[in-house]
């Protein structure tokens, strides 16, 4: 899990640096393909239930699961969320994260953005053996709504290893502290909370696959897969420089596993 986790770090960062104007999502697209299978995995979303494309690539008002195109042309001021999972072995590393296109950012898109990645970063700092689901998600529907955002409930992070989307195993990312399942040692999941500059809705479009905000606004999001080791925790998507990471250690998160540059 370590290996699959790092390999999906390392292709994130090769992602973001084809992200600028004028660069289709499906050039995107072709990268994070080709990265990952130079480096002996598999990308996971191709052809899982039927995906069409090798990662998903979501820009400004669209949630998650935006398919690559060739048509869909990066543009200055946009954000993009860029969800890259990789297969390794047989094991699955799954991570995201939203990158400014250029340099002249809307107030309201580097906002939301900011929200999401504080937002992912309390969270990892309440996570740790003994605390429960709904700390993880009261840290983020708390934050996030005090901050005029809104948390989408239609997508959850979830439990991860040999399988994708481990079905008995949900993190929801709103809540109510000291509610829901206790998080123990073993346990390795996703958290990946999705905000939106507005209202918390969705609206899925026709391709099945593509969520939008159903007032048009920006939406944001970042994802880190966690496990529950010892008496702390391993960031498995981060790298040692990771930002959200360190802010997590910042607010008191007992990180393993990267050893952080601080």
């Known amino acids: 899990m370590r290996e699959a986790g790092r390999l999906a770090a390392h292709t994130l960062r090769h992602a973001g640096n084809f992200i600028k104007p004028g ?12 990265f990952i299978v130079k480096h002996g995995a598999y990308p996971s979303p191709l052809n899982y239930k039927g995906y069409p494309k090798s990662v998903c690539t979501s820009i400004n008002d669209v949630i998650c699961h935006g398919i ?10 946009d954000i993009v969320n860029v969800d890259v999972t990789v297969t390794l072995d047989g094991y699955f590393g799954d991570c995201s994260r939203t990158f400014f296109v250029g340099e002249h950012i809307s107030e309201e898109s580097k906002k939301v953005t900011q929200v999401a990645e504080e937002s992912l970063a309390r969270a990892i700092a309440v996570t740790k053996h ?18 005029g955002c809104g948390v989408v409930r239609d997508f959850v992070g979830h439990g991860i ?9 949900q993190i929801p990312h709103y809540g109510k502290a000291g509610t829901g ?5 073993g346990m390795i999941f996703t958290i ?13 479009m026709k391709d099945g696959w593509t969520a939008k905000t159903v007032d048009g606004k ?31 250690k910042e607010l008191g998160a007992h990180i393993l596993w990267p050893a952080l540059k601080v």
């Open 181 to 185: 399942l206790k998080i123990v040692r």
């Open 68 to 77: 690559p195109s060739e048509k869909e042309i990066l543009k200055e001021g």
């Open 218 to 248: 920006p939406s944001a999001q970042f994802e880190h897969t966690i496990a529950i080791v010892g008496d702390g925790i391993e960031i498995l998507t981060a790298l040692e420089d990771d930002p959200i990471a360190i802010r997590a």
């Open 192 to 204: 990946e909370p999705m905000i939106n500059g507005g209202d918390w809705r969705m609206k899925m």
């Open 161 to 169: 290893g040999k399988v994708f989307h481990e079905p008995d195993l």
């Open 130 to 147: 003994g605390n429960r689901l709904g700390d993880i998600g009261w840290a983020i529907q708390g934050y996030a709504e005090k901050e």
């Open 23 to 34: 660069v289709s999502t499906e050039e995107v697209n072709v990268a994070v393909h080709e």
